[in-house]
């Protein structure tokens, strides 16, 4: 059973994933920095000094000044400045991910374009009187009975 668990843990597909899991998690960690920490503050200058992180309603109809202050209150809230963030940061790494996925399937339509196969040598012709298909070996036309050079 461990050779069998061995066997199965080192192959190729196995690590590749491993890695990938591993990458992905660093890299939607760097994204997630440059959402909050690098794109959105300038954005929400923009917008007027908005502080994304404490965009919410509080459920509770009550008025708080931070997202922090109500839910020390103990008010339940809908956090749309963090769901807004959320969606910034899943359309970075969706169009990071479509554009890597984008390069490699050229660069293998590249690698595996196969040499076409010559074209097939033509069987028919046409008649020069009546414009009909014939084949490429008759010397008199089937339908008109022109003879053919």
Do not use: H, W
Not at 13 to 26: E, S
Not at 76 to 101: H, K, Q, W
């Amino acid at each position: 059973m461990f050779q069998e668990f061995k066997k199965f843990v080192m192959r190729g597909n196995v690590i590749d994933l491993a890695v990938g899991i591993i990458i992905g998690g660093a890299f939607g960690k760097i994204v997630a920095s440059f959402v909050n920490d690098v794109l959105m503050p300038p954005i929400g200058m923009l917008l007027g000094r908005v502080d994304f992180k404490n965009l919410f309603v509080a459920l509770d109809g009550n008025k708080y000044v931070t997202l922090a202050d109500a839910q020390a209150a103990g008010a339940a809230t809908i956090n749309y400045g963090n769901f807004i963030s959320t969606v910034i940061d899943f359309l970075i790494i969706a169009f990071v991910i479509f554009i890597m996925i984008r390069m490699m399937n050229r660069a293998r339509d590249r690698f595996d374009k196969k040499p076409e196969a010559p074209a097939a040598a033509p069987t028919t012709k046409q008649c020069p009187y009546c414009f009909t298909d014939i084949s490429i070996r008759a010397t008199r036309c089937p339908n008109c009975t022109s003879e053919l050079k």
